[in-house]
């Protein structure tokens, strides 16, 4: 079955401070895995997925199979960086990609 | 820069009545879905609709659901017969393509169910 947890529904730091939020995941076959954002009355918007491998807002996420997790770090928090973030997970098929499924979300708060 | 607009952005109505959620996608994406969020809650599957088909639904849309995309524009969902249980926000998203698994989302309409 596909599931994706996050085991903090809250998470406070500091700013200034390095903020990992986890995800784990189960999944039969060959996922994507996402995070997703969502600012204070404003939409869910993407933040980043594993297969770019890239930075965004100072944000990094590493898909780790043999642990099944895709761990959110930012070396150190700002207090824009305040939102719910939902860790996501697609399917992957050989030519699509299946629906997401979104885990309960982590709602971080940067203390200034 | 395009985005998925969805109205109305809260709606109030009584349990039993009939509810239509509007959406309109991003124009050139293929891929349309329905996702809702329950206070406190995750943000759950309802369905996908590609082709002018559902191409999945999940178990909570059941008879009392449907979708539609009757102009080549608009994507709704109708709730035919509310119950409190479907108070929700309910939220839109689209997909440009099969190439990738990214959701771009609407602001999402709030259902409150009385």
């Known amino acids: 079955a596909q599931r994706v947890t996050q085991p903090e529904k809250l998470l406070s730091v500091f700013k200034g401070a390095p903020v990992e939020l986890k995800c784990n995941y189960s999944y039969s076959g060959s996922p994507e895995l996402f995070w997703y954002v969502q600012y204070s009355r404003q939409r869910l918007q993407l933040l980043l997925r594993h297969i770019s491998r890239e930075s965004i807002k100072g944000f990094t996420a590493d898909l780790n199979k043999g642990e099944t997790s895709f761990h959110l770090k930012k070396p150190f928090a700002q207090e824009e960086d305040s939102a719910m973030y939902y860790c996501a997970l697609s399917g992957r098929r050989r030519t699509s990609y299946d629906k997401v499924i979104f885990g309960p979300g982590t709602s971080l708060s940067v203390i200034p | 820069e395009p985005e998925v607009t969805q109205t109305p952005s809260h709606q109030v109505t009584q349990m039993g009545q009939e509810v239509i959620l509007r959406c309109v996608p991003i124009s050139n994406h293929l891929y349309f879905y329905w996702y809702r969020q329950i206070l406190g809650q995750k943000v759950e599957f309802l369905v996908s609709?590609?082709?002018?088909?559902?191409?999945?639904k999940s178990e909570i849309f059941d008879d009392q659901f449907s979708v539609e995309r009757p102009d080549g524009s608009n994507f709704t969902l109708k709730i035919r017969s509310t119950k409190l249980e479907d108070s929700a926000m309910y939220f839109c998203?689209?997909?440009?393509?099969?190439?990738?698994?990214?959701?771009?989302f609407g602001e999402g309409s709030r259902l409150t169910v009385l």
């Open positions: 609709f590609y082709n002018n088909e559902i191409s999945e």
């Open positions: 998203a689209s997909r440009p393509s099969h190439n990738t698994g990214e959701l771009f």
